[in-house]
């Protein structure tokens, strides 16, 4: 397995752990380069779409579940994070609301999108506040192409122990989330797509006739 952290405790879940520790070469030219890049990809992009794979793991390092899927990103506010194996599930947020679909179960949770997103990993990717403001940001180095960069929430109520983000020449290329709970989540993503032309009509959700809704009223 990759790795962006440093040896501590395995503790993390939602967007990846990549294991075992590589020794990341860190200097002051990198770390520049490193939140450049991560100031670039918050600010500047507007759109993107990819490929992911996504592996969760307990506090041994040891694989749970593993998943694939595709993303879809519009900012501000929406995306279609799709789920195709092993579960069938989509998460869209319109701008307004994030829409947790799961077709096996017939099920659809809603909840409001401000809510869900303030102080998460989901605020990079939606560019819903300045990053710095839920996070402390520390560029670690660069391993294999990839500058690696590691947040620690400054809420202590955050639901997570450590965020990891990798960023390539292409764009996104991995995120780690290490949780309260001894878990941790690994995402990578494949086929990275930025500016691409996305329609709005893509991240509207229409409850399909016969499911289930829990959450915000209609």
Request: aromatic letters at 8%; glycine letters at 6%.
């Amino acid at each position: 397995m990759l790795s962006c952290s440093r040896q501590s405790t395995p503790t993390a879940r939602i967007l990846g752990l990549l294991g075992m520790c590589l020794l990341l070469v860190s200097t002051s030219a990198l770390a520049d380069t490193a939140k450049d890049q991560l100031d670039s990809f918050i600010n500047e992009l507007e759109t993107f779409q990819a490929r992911f794979e996504q592996t969760l793991y307990d506090a041994d390092s040891q694989p749970l579940q593993e998943s694939t899927g595709t993303i879809k990103l519009k900012r501000p506010g929406k995306f279609v994070w799709s789920y195709t194996q092993p579960a069938n599930q989509e998460i869209v947020a319109d701008g307004t609301r994030l829409w947790l679909y799961d077709k096996d179960l017939e099920q659809v949770t809603v909840n409001d999108l401000d809510e869900r997103v303030a102080g998460t990993p989901l605020a990079l990717l939606m560019r819903s506040a300045p990053l710095d403001e839920s996070f402390a940001i520390e560029s670690l180095g660069t391993s294999d192409g990839i500058n690696w960069l590691e947040l620690t929430p400054k809420s202590e109520s955050s639901d997570f122990e450590l965020v990891f983000i990798g960023l390539n020449s292409d764009g996104l290329a991995a995120l780690e989330l290490r949780d309260n709970f001894g878990q941790a989540t690994q995402i990578i993503f494949n086929d990275f797509e930025a500016d691409v032309e996305l329609d709005d009509a893509l991240f509207e959700f229409t409850v399909p006739d016969g499911v289930d809704v829990i959450g915000l009223e209609q």
